[in-house]
């Protein structure tokens, strides 16, 4: 059990912007978990950049007082792993919604899960498209009714956690929003994990999503860590991203300790952070590279 | 008279040694002072891998590959076949091949033109017949032939193999000699072409190794790149050189994480750059309005290939511009630049980075296959560390008021790196406030969109000042009866084009644009209404420079020269369609094809590096 920060200690990353989102919206669980986690590990918030796509889960930034970047429909991801290249003195944290990272935006997830940046994913997977007024997504469930498949989804669902730990992930973990301090416990775990951690968070959309509520969630979600199960154990871990129709497995499915990419990048091991490195080239140095060419 | 250059080409099969031939042989001219200009055809890929490298050494500064060949170094049979209609006029011109392989009728030859033929296997008999030895037995023919230095060639060959395969450059030295001996006791050197040079070593580069090394010099610590032809170069110049001058280079899973990489590296304060060819450009374009709007500067090479799609991956054409100037969705303030040579280049990048940083937006480096992998020689005090490196109004303490888009006379708003307490922000895409409020989504705040979108290109009335007396070169007098017009990569050619007409006795002069955005549309409209006659040359098919200029500036040149084949404009018959300018009646718009390198397809094969 990790002892949360009290919410009073939370609201130092309270934003003065009101969030947006429909009443009973998940992604409200989502940010009040954020902000006890990053004050439960105690990160300043001048510290923390919190990046996101487009959806209505990437409004997040503008709702938590810290640096943001509000990005691409998709691209959010990439946009982050940026930000920690630039600078791996700050905690990054790219959040988004189902569409924008197992949609438009795989492929940076899974790359950016194969290179393990030291840095933090939180998806807000409410399975559809809720900015756009409820379309199918990725992970919409097979035979439901959407706006754009009146007839019923015909695609089945990707597995983001499966497909996570197939690409070599390091951190794979799964939330509920309506599990407020579950949620903030094992945010706190993927923040602190030196590597890329993955946050898939079951998130209701209330407005477009009438089939995943909390009353359904609530039926089926079961906690991993309750049950003995072993985080090393990658096939534990396969087994428990299977679950899905009749229970639901949350908490850290997964957790092993790899070298990060910042360790082991040749210009960032030898220099350290690159927003600190003297720019240009010293005379030294520009004598050689002429010397190089000639 | 003296001839004081000579035209070279390489030509063999891809595989055969092309490249590292010509690689040494370049280096021999510019450690022995000698002005060096070389050009790789590789439309072989798709015809059979027929491979033709062109290379032009002179005594005197020059300015292209050259046209025709004095000697062309001959691999393969098809490099004998394809090319004896390319033959320069004058004694001794003609052909170094290995005999025991290559065919060559003597009678085909042109009058005065000789076939150096070697015999290979016996030359290389004691060295154990190696046929990979064809190369460096022509060298060192070559070597004698133009009466090189000996001991330059010889430590150029040592250096290419280095330290570690000192065996194999022994070996290599001794066959190279072999056929320096050869030559001297058989054949007579070419007497009227004199290479003399100045005896200063000179550097050798192409515009991918200027813009690499241009953005370590000019403060850039991360490049991120997707492997595309032409500008991988740039990539791989930097991997290796990496922690040597703390600049991380990432390859990444495609063009779109690679600028949207580079955008989040350069919020975070480190000064980014991205790079590729059309197609992985066309895929960044989302993202340049994303620095638009945020603010966030970024630098993206374009290495302009032959289009559209695929098109001709390791061909030359001048077809992006457009691209460039409207990329993404919506008006966002930008800067495209096109260096001029390979000097420019490395300038170009320097400044690109400054702009990009000190107006916070997204700056476009165009350059072309022709200007970014030709290779030539530059005086080393041409270029320089000594650069300024201009991070822009960025602050390191703010106050309670801080706001990161305030709406400033400038435009330009204090920027704050993240870590600086008080500087919280978000950088939306989304329209927005002053203090980065999204005004997007619950109501459209119509004041507010004005004023941002106001600031916002505000900051290109300073960028446009700043640039002004910098966006084209003019060259030649003041005025002329006949002004030549380019912009990018065609400078070199326009510039010996001049010299040549000069020298026949001609009032030329010559406008080219280095930066076409902010276009310098004043500038331009007053050098070119007072032109008694103008042409405007470009390698490409619809003339896509000619269109800014007349969009601009309401003025349309009245001739044109173009090229869409994918070779650059060869000197001689770009000449030619000049001079031709002058009778009465010249066609406001004409074509030019390389008809020599027209290769008959023999077989296809899968085109590989693209
Ligand atoms: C390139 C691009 N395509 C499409 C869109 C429109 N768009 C905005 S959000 C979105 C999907 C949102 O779904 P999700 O990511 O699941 O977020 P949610 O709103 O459900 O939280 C789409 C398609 C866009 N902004 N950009
Ligand atoms: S539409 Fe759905 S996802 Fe979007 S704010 Fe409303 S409830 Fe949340
Ligand atoms: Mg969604």
Redesign the interface.
């Given at each position: 059990m990790i002892e949360l920060a009290s919410p009073q200690a939370a609201s130092k990353f309270r934003s003065e912007i009101k969030p947006t989102w429909c009443p009973g919206c998940g992604d409200f669980g989502v940010l009040n978990s954020l902000q006890t986690a990053c004050a439960t590990i105690g990160i300043n918030p001048k510290d923390l950049v919190v990046v996101s796509g487009i959806g209505c889960s990437s409004n997040l930034p503008g709702f938590i007082h810290s640096y943001g970047m509000h990005t691409l429909h998709g691209r959010g991801v990439a946009v982050a792993q940026g930000v920690r290249l630039g600078n791996h003195g700050l905690t990054v944290v790219a959040t988004g919604g189902d569409g924008d990272g197992y949609g438009i935006g795989v492929g940076h997830f899974v790359h950016a899960v194969r290179r393990n940046i030291n840095m933090t994913y939180i998806v807000m997977n409410n399975q559809i498209y809720g900015l756009t007024t409820g379309q199918t997504s990725p992970t919409t469930t097979k035979g439901v009714k959407t706006k754009s498949t009146p007839g019923g989804n015909i695609e089945n669902a990707l597995n983001p956690l499966g497909i996570a730990l197939m690409a070599g992930a390091s951190f794979v973990a799964r939330g509920f929003s309506g599990d407020a301090n579950g949620l903030a416990e094992i945010m706190t775990k993927a923040i602190a994990h030196k590597g890329f951690s993955l946050v898939d968070v079951l998130s209701p959309c209330v407005t477009y999503n009438k089939m995943n509520t909390y009353a359904w969630f609530r039926e089926r979600v079961y906690k991993l860590q309750e049950k003995g199960h072993d985080v090393t154990n990658m096939e534990s871990a396969l087994k428990a991203s299977l679950d899905w129709d009749q229970r639901i497995a949350t908490g850290v499915l997964y957790q092993v300790e790899r070298p990060t990419y910042e360790e082991q990048d040749p210009a960032m091991a030898e220099f350290g952070p690159l927003v600190n490195h003297k720019l240009g080239l010293s005379d030294n140095d520009w004598k050689a590279v002429v010397q190089e060419f000639m | 008279m003296d001839i004081k250059s000579a035209t070279v080409w390489i030509g063999g099969a891809a595989g055969d040694g092309v490249a590292s031939t010509g690689d040494i042989l370049a280096k021999t001219c510019?450690?022995s002072g000698l002005h060096y200009f070389a050009q790789s055809s590789y439309q072989s890929v798709i015809r059979g891998g027929h491979v033709v490298y062109q290379f032009q050494a002179s005594s005197e500064p020059v300015y292209t590959h050259g046209d025709n060949f004095d000697l062309l170094i001959a691999l393969n049979q098809d490099s004998v076949d394809y090319h004896i209609k390319s033959i320069n006029k004058g004694a001794g011109r003609g052909f170094i091949f290995n005999s025991d392989k290559v065919k060559l009728d003597v009678s085909a030859l042109p009058a005065g033109a000789l076939a150096y033929g070697l015999p290979v296997g016996d030359l290389t008999a004691e060295f154990g017949r190696n046929p990979v030895m064809q190369n460096t037995l022509a060298c060192g023919v070559f070597i004698n032939l133009l009466q090189l230095s000996w001991d330059v060639f010889e430590k150029a060959v040592r250096d290419q193999f280095g330290k570690k395969k000192a065996e194999i450059a022994d070996l290599n030295v001794k066959v190279a000699r072999k056929g320096f001996e050869y030559a001297q006791s058989k054949f007579q050197p070419l007497k009227d072409i004199v290479l003399k040079g100045d005896g200063r070593?000179?550097?050798?580069?192409g515009a991918n190794?200027a813009i690499a090394?241009g953005a370590?010099?000019?403060?850039c610590?991360?490049y991120?790149a997707y492997p595309m032809t032409p500008a991988s170069a740039i990539m791989h110049w930097l991997a290796p050189r990496?922690?040597?001058?703390?600049?991380?280079?990432?390859q990444?899973?495609?063009e779109?994480?690679s600028i949207?990489?580079?955008?989040?590296?350069?919020?975070?304060?480190?000064?980014?750059m991205t790079g590729t060819s059309g197609g992985g450009f066309a895929l960044m374009t989302?993202?340049m309005g994303?620095s638009g709007i945020?603010e966030?500067p970024v630098v993206a090479v374009l290495v302009q290939r032959g289009g559209p799609s695929t098109g001709l991956p390791t061909k030359t054409e001048q077809g992006d511009l457009f691209q460039a100037l409207g990329a993404g969705q919506g008006e966002y303030p930008k800067a495209v630049m096109t260096p001029i040579s390979v000097e420019d280049a490395y300038f170009s990048t320097v400044q690109s980075l400054n702009i990009a940083e000190k107006y916070q937006l997204p700056v476009m480096l165009l350059s072309d296959l022709l200007l970014s992998e030709h290779l030539e020689t530059?005086d080393?005090e041409a270029?320089?560390?000594k650069?300024v490196?201009d991070r822009g109004d960025v602050v390191d303490s703010v106050g309670a008021d801080y706001t990161r888009y305030a709406d400033t006379p400038s435009g330009i708003s204090p920027r704050v790196?993240?870590?600086?307490?008080?500087?919280?922000?978000?950088?939306?895409?989304?329209e927005h406030d002053e203090d980065g409020?999204?005004i997007s989504?619950?109501f459209t705040n119509p004041t507010t969109r004005v004023k941002m979108v106001r600031k916002r290109f505000r900051k290109m009335d300073a960028l446009a000042k700043e640039i002004a007396g910098e966006s084209f070169v003019k060259e030649g007098p003041a005025q002329a009866d006949l002004t030549l017009v380019g912009w990018g990569s065609t400078y070199k050619t326009l510039k010996n084009i001049r010299l040549a007409l000069e020298k026949e006795g001609m009032k030329v002069n010559h406008i080219q644009f280095r930066i076409v955005w902010p276009f310098p549309a004043e500038a331009a409209l007053k050098e070119l209404k007072s032109a008694k006659k103008a042409v405007l040359v470009e390698n490409n098919y619809s003339g896509l420079f000619a269109k800014l200029l007349r969009q601009e500036t309401g003025l349309s040149v009245p001739h044109h020269i173009r090229k869409f084949d994918g070779e650059p404009f060869y000197f001689a018959p770009l000449l030619e369609r000049v001079k031709g300018l002058l009778n009465p009646g010249a066609p406001e718009v004409q074509y030019l094809v390389t008809a020599e390198l027209d290769i008959p397809i023999k077989r296809v094969v899968a085109t590989a590096g693209v």
């Open positions: - | 510019s450690r070593p000179r550097m050798l580069l190794q090394l370590v010099a000019g403060g610590t991360f991120s990496s922690s040597k001058y703390g600049i991380v280079m990432k990444c899973e495609d779109i994480a949207n990489m580079a955008i989040g590296a350069g919020f975070s304060g480190t000064r980014a989302e993202a994303l945020t966030v530059v080393s270029l320089t560390n650069v490196i790196y993240p870590g600086l307490e008080g500087g919280q922000h978000v950088a939306g895409s989304d409020t999204l989504d619950i």
